[in-house]
């Protein structure tokens, strides 16, 4: 059977605690960074969806309905 991610545990929350230090420090140039990193690109409509969330403090809403 498929494996649901392709990381493992550990590696989910340490992106986890480094997005939750990202929003709590308000850093938009370092989340879109994030993003990259982690294979959202510029051009990918979730993108620009996440990063107007979080210039509208309602990041947390859009992060719940990707999980």
């Known amino acids: ?3 649901k991610y392709r990381h493992t545990a550990q590696e989910r ?3 986890l605690r480094q997005l ?10 370092e989340l879109m960074s994030f ?4 294979g959202i690109k510029d051009e990918n409509p979730r ?9 509208d403090g ?3 809403e859009v992060l719940e ?3």
Do not use: C, W, Y
């Open 13 to 15: 929350n340490s992106m």
């Open 1 to 3: 059977m498929p494996d």
């Open 35 to 38: 993003l990259r990193e982690h």
């Open 65 to 67: 309905k990707k999980t």
């Open 20 to 29: 939750k230090r990202i929003i709590a420090g308000r850093d938009e140039r």
């Open 47 to 55: 993108f620009s969806q996440i990063v107007k969330a979080f210039r």
């Open 58 to 60: 309602k990041i947390d």
